[in-house]
């Protein structure tokens, strides 16, 4: 697994920019970085940010 940022700011900061350079939906993003899905959509929810399908972008 990539390292990813403890700090979930952080974290929705680095996620939002990879969906918008590199990927084009979530499910591949989560394939090429080796992350849960489900645990990455956990951990932004903490801070009230839900990931908009059509936008591919959390917020």
């Keep these: 697994m990539n390292e990813l940022p403890e700090d979930v700011m ?3 900061s680095m996620i ?3 969906l ?3 990927f084009a939906s979530l499910d591949e ?3 090429a ?4 899905r489900q645990w ?3 951990k932004l929810k903490t801070a009230g940010f839900e990931y908009n399908e059509q936008q591919n972008k959390f917020w």
């Design 16 to 18: 939002n920019m990879k």
């Design 40 to 42: 990455l959509e956990d």
């Design 33 to 36: 970085m080796q992350v849960d």
């Design 29 to 31: 993003l989560c394939k």
């Design 10 to 12: 952080m974290l929705f």
């Design 20 to 22: 918008r350079d590199e």
